[in-house]
């Protein structure tokens, strides 16, 4: 064998502890919300229920990452049940959030496997027609995951809006920290409380399930990889003496 060859299949071995670091370290990533910018421009990886598309900066709206954010609107005529049965929610927990009554709405979800300590976060802004705060037609918009989660009502603070709604609450961040692993769907609603005349709507960007950093284990996997493309090394120089 040549020394040429000899360099070559170690340099294999080495490349092969490297990969397997860098598997080791990804594998977490595989099993995250995909397409959780929206940047795909359509849905791929959630469903919807009701009136849900995919958006640019046109909306009137600046997205927070990237060229697209999902824009959901109370307008269609799905039902508040089918909401629930859509997100996997007990049936008639969207009036119990102190809104009054669910009527309709709008969600998307997706499903992903999560491991514990995943820190779950993503963009939001609620916008609405309704006037602020509206105690008799409190729309509302919302996020489930492990339980329901109001983001906000017609009683939080809006500014004026330059999209088809008069106000909105401007983009806020909301993180969620995924105690225990398995398999979790993440869901983002908008309702009309009361009546279904004056609609509001919801946008969401930039949805992301991350591990919860770890820089001493990848360290310490990537010290295994260099360590065992020295000792392999040795080995080789050994038998090549
Ligand atoms: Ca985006
Ligand atoms: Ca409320
Ligand atoms: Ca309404």
Do not use: H
């Not at 279904?196 to 709507?201: E, F, Y």
Request: glycine share 10%; no cysteine; charged share 15%.
């Amino acid at each position: 064998m040549s020394i040429l060859a000899k360099s070559s299949t170690l340099a294999a071995s080495v490349l092969g502890l490297l990969s397997l670091s860098t598997v080791l370290v990804a594998a977490p990533s595989q099993a995250a919300v995909i397409n959780g910018s929206f940047e795909s421009g359509d849905f791929t990886g959630w469903e919807k229920i009701g009136t849900a598309a995919v958006d640019t900066n046109a909306y009137g709206v600046d997205t927070t990452d990237g060229y697209y954010q999902a824009s959901l609107v109370t307008n269609s005529k799905a039902p508040a049940v089918s909401i629930e049965k859509f997100l996997g929610l007990t049936r008639g927990s969207l009036s119990t959030l102190g809104n009054g009554v669910a009527n309709s709405g709008a969600a998307i979800k997706q499903t992903f496997t999560a491991s514990a300590g995943d820190v779950v976060s993503f963009d939001w802004n609620f916008l609405t027609n309704e006037g602020t705060p509206n105690a008799r037609n409190n729309d509302f918009a919302f996020f489930s995951l492990t339980g329901l989660t109001e983001l906000a009502d017609t009683t939080v603070s809006f500014v004026d809006s330059l999209s088809e709604f008069r106000e909105e609450t401007g983009y806020q961040t909301t993180s969620y920290t995924i105690a225990t692993a398995g398999n979790y769907t993440l869901g983002f609603g908008v309702i009309n409380s009361g009546d279904r005349k004056v609609q509001s709507g919801l946008l969401v960007d930039n949805v992301s399930s991350e591990p919860v950093p770890e820089p001493a284990s990848m360290l310490g996997i990537l010290a295994f990889g260099a360590l065992g493309g020295k000792k392999l090394l040795k080995r080789r120089q050994e038998k090549q003496a």
